[in-house]
């Protein structure tokens, strides 16, 4: 009788070399070459009828069947995992891998606070942080949970909120007392802002006004354009570059310490939410649930 899943060793490769981007970063986490996970691909393909990667000199990219297979096979492994830690785990303890991709100003300074409560309860779990502003492929990429700022995308991913994380404008002293305090929006126009530009469209991120009970919605222009890190307009305004809008979490040290102050409050309160977004596999592996479950509450 021939054996049903003989070819797990070629699903393996094909799930790694996804995940680590390349093939040669997949052999070095097999301890095996290139060319024999190239191999194992094309057998999985062959044995499926239909191609999972499109191979390019620079690059990997899933055909639509291979991200389908993808998720799949990953659940798969993770019924694995969980069904193993169930039966011979560390005297119960809670085990496995989470890759996480999170923005940078929740990154800096939300995060390392409840991912070190977090490894302090599951010392055997190994979270793998991204630190960066580009909205990265959870499936096509290896990601189990992201954290993002704003809107939420129509994605077919599962969100929970994390918070709403409310927003002011501020500047240095040193730039207030060269430019003077504006009264209103419309002074604005007059001063220096400091926008973001906003990875996924190209364009300056609004600044958030409430303005006697009405939001507003305002567009900064600016000599100065900060791209992919948004902490840069806090650094920028810190040294006496202009006005920025930023998170009060974000801000609120520099402004007890008198570095920043805020400007215009009577037009704050606004606010963006935070959310966490995870693909819906209809079994999540235990560490990945733990997480997510954690950082929720």
């Given amino acids: 009788m021939a054996r049903r899943f003989d070819h797990l060793g070629d699903v393996e490769a094909f799930v790694t070399v996804v995940e680590k981007g390349s093939f040669t970063s997949g052999a070095v986490a097999l301890s095996t070459t290139a060319s024999v996970l190239s191999r194992a691909i094309t057998r999985l393909e062959v044995r499926l009828g239909t191609q999972l990667l499109r191979r390019t000199t620079r690059q990997l990219n899933l055909t639509e069947a291979g991200r389908d297979y993808l998720e799949q096979a990953r659940a798969a492994f993770s019924l694995i995992d969980d069904a193993e830690r169930a039966i011979g785990g560390r005297e119960g303890a809670l085990t ?106 190209g364009k300056p991120a609004p600044w958030l006004f409430s303005v006697e009970g009405k939001n507003l919605d305002w567009v900064p222009e600016g000599d100065i354009q900060v791209f992919d890190d948004i902490l840069g307009v806090v650094s920028l305004a810190e040294a006496g570059a202009g006005i920025c809008q930023a998170y009060d979490f974000v801000v609120r040290d520099r402004l007890e310490r008198g570095k920043l102050v805020r400007v215009m409050p009577q037009v704050a309160g606004r606010s963006r939410a935070f959310s966490l977004l995870y693909a819906p596999h209809r079994s999540l592996p235990a560490a990945v649930r733990t997480l997510i479950d954690f950082l929720v509450t």
């Fill in 96 to 201: 496995g891998r989470v890759r996480l991709s999170v923005s940078t100003t929740y990154g800096h300074f939300r995060l390392p606070e409840k991912l070190a409560r977090f490894a302090a309860a599951h010392p055997h779990v190994k979270v793998e942080v991204n630190i960066a502003n580009r909205n990265v492929d959870l499936i096509a990429e290896g990601y189990d949970i992201a954290i993002r700022g704003g809107e939420l995308p129509d994605s077919g991913l599962i969100g929970r909120k994390l918070e709403e994380a409310t927003l002011q404008l501020v500047a240095a002293p040193s730039y207030l007392e060269r430019k003077g305090m504006p009264q209103d929006i419309h002074e604005l126009t007059r001063h220096v802002c400091l926008p973001f530009i906003m990875p996924s469209t």
